[in-house]
C-alpha cells in the first residue's frame, strides 16, 4: 500500500469522525453548521487529489443525485437547509456505486431512530439522551442528520476497505 493511499484513507476517516460529530452536534441542536460541511467537503476534495481524481465523476453524480432529493424535500419544507447540503457532501464521500447501500442503511437507522423516539416516549425515566428523544418526540421536529450520518458512516468505511 502506497503512503499516499494510507492517508487517503485516514482522511475518509476523519470525514467518519466528522460526521459522527454533526449527527451528534444535530441531535442536541437541531442544526448543520455550514464550517461542518465545509470541513466535510474539504477532506473530499484532499482525498479525491490523493486518489488521482479516479472516482470524480461517479462522486459528483452521487453528491447531486443526494443534493436535489434534499432539495425537493426542502422545498417541500420537510427538511432544512443544512441537511439538504449534507447530502450533497455525502453523496462525494460514498461515492455513485455505493448510494445503494447508502439508501438501505438510511432505512435502517431511520427506522432504529424512529423506534427510539416511541421507545424514549413510553419511559418514564431516563438521562439526557432519553429526555432529549422525547423532546424530540413531541416537538415533531427531526435531527435528519443522525440517521443521515450514521448511515452513511459504515459505507464510508466500505469505501475505505474495497477501494471502489
Not at 442544526?31 to 465545509?38: A, D, M, P, Y
Amino acid at each position: 500500500m502506497l503512503m499516499a493511499d494510507i492517508v487517503a484513507d485516514a482522511v475518509l476517516l476523519l470525514a467518519v469522525g466528522l460526521l459522527l460529530h454533526i449527527a451528534w452536534f444535530d441531535f442536541w441542536h437541531l442544526t448543520i453548521r455550514n464550517i461542518s460541511v465545509l470541513i466535510l467537503l474539504g477532506l473530499y476534495v484532499v482525498w479525491t487529489l490523493l486518489g488521482g481524481f479516479q472516482t470524480l465523476a461517479g462522486d459528483l453524480g452521487a453528491g447531486l443525485i443526494l443534493f436535489l432529493i434534499g432539495l425537493v424535500m426542502w422545498l417541500a419544507k420537510m427538511m432544512g437547509g443544512g441537511d439538504v447540503k449534507l447530502y450533497f457532501a455525502l453523496g462525494l464521500l460514498m461515492g455513485f456505486a455505493n448510494i445503494g447501500l447508502f439508501a438501505f442503511t438510511l432505512l435502517a437507522a431511520t427506522l432504529l431512530f424512529l423506534a427510539a423516539l416511541v421507545v424514549s416516549a413510553r419511559l418514564k425515566h431516563g438521562g439526557a439522551i432519553l429526555l432529549r428523544l422525547r423532546e424530540i418526540h413531541t416537538s415533531g421536529r427531526a435531527p435528519y442528520a443522525v440517521p443521515m450520518c450514521l448511515a452513511a458512516a459504515p459505507v464510508i468505511v466500505l469505501r475505505i476497505i474495497t477501494s471502489v
